[in-house]
């Protein structure tokens, strides 16, 4: 697995210009195997981020917490690695560009800052680029093995779900090896696969590339990719018939409103959203109505105690205590 790993990353530098990308590849595969980010910023260090820190880069691929021998990452840099992400046409990829990322084969995502332009409709695109983080996507398959039997609901269908999670501590990856392992099918369910229709707005779900998923989500899934839960949620529902539908960070009214929909039709929810506990949750507006309104049976906690994707606590939701064993 770790050579695996390894290679993705390699796989990412022929995205990013020359100059930068032999600093890259020289870094020991150790660390290859666990960078999460790449992150370039005009007249700035260039930085690698894992396991919840960041570390400059020196010129000849060694990592350092020392600023002073750190490579530098000029603009040229920048828009030399732009024209290679956008494969040198910018136009081609103005969609993306608007939503303030791009997607590359095998599912990585390249976050844009710079310039943002609005027209009558809202923002039209992004230019003078003065920063790209190319988010490393990897595949964690059976994360979600043992929170399994806590989901299901024999004989044939779940219980409504909700991974709380801190930023960066794996609630993609467990909601995407769930979606996974559900679609697939389970000797929980009967070796039955469940038809799941996932509203994947950001991109991070399936890393759709020219209509192929770039991740494993399963034989009967269905994706929405760059729709808001609202739409995504009307559009399945009329068209695909889904058995459960999954989205990743809600928290909006409109995000609320499309998870009742779901259920009036007889769809069970999967769901994650950034939070600590539950009384973060609840002092949010929109999640208070979830709560309140016990939609969801099952609340799983996540954080990184024991690496990325570690299961806190997992709480029933009528009773809101702990049911992990």
Same mark, same amino acid.
């Given at each position: 697995?770790?050579?695996?790993?390894?290679?993705?990353?390699?796989?990412?530098l022929?995205?990013?210009?020359?100059?930068?990308?032999?600093?890259? %590849? &020289? !870094? /020991?595969?150790?660390?290859?195997?666990?960078?999460? #980010?790449?992150?370039?910023? +005009? @007249?700035?260090? *260039?930085?690698?981020?894992?396991?919840?820190?960041?570390?400059?880069?020196?010129?000849?691929g060694?990592?350092?917490?020392?600023?002073?021998?750190?490579?530098?990452?000029?603009?040229?840099?920048?828009?030399?690695?732009?024209?290679?992400?956008?494969?040198?046409?910018?136009?081609a990829?103005?969609?993306?560009?608007?939503?303030?990322?791009?997607?590359?084969?095998?599912?990585?995502?390249?976050?844009i800052?710079?310039?943002?332009?609005?027209?009558?409709?809202?923002?039209?695109?992004? %230019? &003078? !680029? /003065?920063?790209?983080?190319?988010r490393?996507?990897? #595949?964690k398959?059976?994360? +979600? @093995?043992?929170? *399994?039997?806590?989901?299901?609901?024999?004989?044939?269908?779940?219980?409504?779900?909700?991974?709380?999670?801190?930023?960066?501590?794996?609630?993609?990856?467990l909601?995407?090896?769930?979606?996974?392992?559900?679609?697939?099918?389970s000797?929980?369910?009967?070796?039955?696969?469940?038809?799941?229709?996932?509203?994947?707005?950001?991109?991070?779900?399936?890393?759709?590339?020219?209509?192929?998923p770039?991740?494993?989500?399963?034989?009967?899934?269905?994706v929405?990719?760059?729709?808001? %839960?609202?739409?995504?949620?009307?559009?399945?529902?009329?068209?695909?018939?889904?058995?459960?539908?999954?989205?990743d960070?809600?928290?909006?009214?409109?995000d609320?409103?499309?998870i009742?929909?779901?259920?009036?039709a007889?769809v069970?929810?999967?769901?994650?959203?950034?939070?600590?506990?539950?009384?973060?949750l609840?002092?949010r507006?929109?999640?208070?109505?979830?709560?309140?309104?016990?939609?969801?049976?099952?609340?799983?906690?996540?954080?990184?105690?024991?690496?990325?994707?570690?299961?806190k606590?997992?709480?029933?939701?009528?009773?809101?205590?702990?049911?992990?064993?």
């Open positions: 697995m770790g050579d695996k790993d390894a290679r993705i990353f390699d796989s990412v022929e995205y990013i210009c020359l100059e930068l990308s032999q600093a890259l %590849k &020289n !870094i /020991s595969t150790e660390y290859k195997k666990n960078i999460e #980010e790449i992150r370039l910023r +005009s @007249n700035r260090p *260039l930085i690698i981020y894992f396991k919840g820190s960041d570390y400059f880069v020196t010129q000849n060694g990592l350092t917490k020392n600023i002073s021998q750190s490579m530098l990452v000029n603009r040229e840099n920048v828009n030399k690695t732009f024209q290679l992400i956008s494969n040198y046409s910018v136009y990829f103005e969609e993306e560009i608007r939503n303030g990322f791009i997607t590359l084969k095998g599912g990585h995502r390249v976050g800052g710079g310039k943002v332009l609005y027209g009558d409709n809202g923002i039209e695109t992004i %230019k &003078n !680029i /003065s920063s790209l983080n190319i490393i996507a990897r #595949e398959l059976g994360v +979600s @093995n043992e929170m *399994l039997r806590y989901i299901v609901d024999p004989p044939n269908t779940i219980h409504n779900t909700l991974i709380i999670s801190p930023p960066q501590c794996g609630k993609t990856t909601l995407r090896d769930l979606i996974r392992n559900l679609s697939d099918g000797s929980l369910l009967g070796k039955k696969g469940l038809k799941i229709g996932v509203i994947d707005e950001r991109s991070e779900l399936a890393g759709m590339y020219n209509g192929v770039q991740h494993n989500i399963g034989l009967r899934t269905d929405l990719d760059g729709s808001n %839960k609202r739409d995504g949620t009307r559009m399945l529902l009329r068209a695909m018939s889904p058995e459960i539908i999954a989205m960070e809600i928290g909006s009214i409109s609320v409103e499309a009742h929909e779901s259920l009036k007889g069970k929810i999967i769901a994650t959203v950034h939070g600590d506990n539950l009384e973060d609840l002092s507006k929109s999640l208070n109505i979830l709560i309140n309104e016990n939609i969801f049976k099952r609340y799983v906690f996540l954080d990184n105690s024991r690496g990325v994707g570690t299961i606590n997992i709480i029933e939701g009528n009773s809101f205590k702990s049911i992990r064993t």
